[in-house]
């Protein structure tokens, strides 16, 4: 288990080293499941490089069968993910893009600002995801491994931007709403806090 907890903000920023296993991470050794609980006051950032297979990750390693992930985070400021420029840079939070299949695991991000996925970018397990933030962006992918999947997707934010990705959600639930309980919900019209087609047309469903 790890346990971390830091005062300011943490960045992860992948660079362009060598290896097999090139790039930053945090979570469990090779070959061994993640159970991280991250405490950030300030904003978590993960970075890709600039040399092929330098992603940035939270999560278990890419090597070998891809291992459960049980991921805890929460932050004072945003969460964002960044891709790097090269084939296989992209910033993951559990299961790497790599992997063959999902893995299993239940992953929960609390941001006291937004929670931002650029292109190339992920969240992904097999268990329940929940995201929290003020505003919530996604360019990249979430997913609950989709197919039979019954694990929900929930998404809890005051503004959605979700038209430029994918959230693959398989049998089960994906549920958007305000944060804030007593914020009015328009879709396609207007709100405190609004969704548009887009944003809907980005969630796939069995």
Not at 64 to 87: C, F, H, K
Not at 183 to 195: P, Q, R, V
Request: charged fraction near 5%; glycine fraction near 20%.
């Amino acid at each position: 288990n790890q346990v971390i907890n830091a005062t300011g903000n943490v960045t992860l920023t992948a660079r362009a080293s060598g290896g097999d296993l090139a790039g930053v991470r945090i979570g469990g050794g090779g070959g061994s499941s993640t159970n991280l609980n991250l405490s950030v006051g300030g904003d978590l950032v993960l970075n890709g490089g600039t040399a092929p297979n330098n992603g940035a990750g939270i999560g278990s390693s890419a090597a070998g069968t891809p291992q459960p992930n049980t991921i805890a985070i929460n932050t004072g400021g945003s969460v964002i993910l960044n891709s790097g420029t090269a084939a296989g840079t992209g910033a993951r939070i559990g299961t790497p893009a790599s992997a063959s299949t999902i893995a299993p695991g239940t992953i929960s991000v609390t941001a006291g600002g937004g929670i931002q996925l650029a292109n190339a970018t992920g969240i992904r397990a097999t268990g329940p995801i929940t995201l929290t933030a003020n505003s919530l962006t996604n360019a990249g992918v979430i997913s609950n491994g989709g197919g039979t999947s019954t694990a929900n997707i929930i998404m809890n934010a005051n503004a959605f931007n979700l038209g430029g990705g994918m959230i693959d959600g398989g049998a089960a639930a994906v549920v958007l709403r305000p944060r804030t309980g007593t914020n009015s919900f328009g879709i396609e019209s207007a709100g405190a806090t609004t969704l548009t087609n887009a944003d809907i047309a980005s969630i796939d469903t069995s």
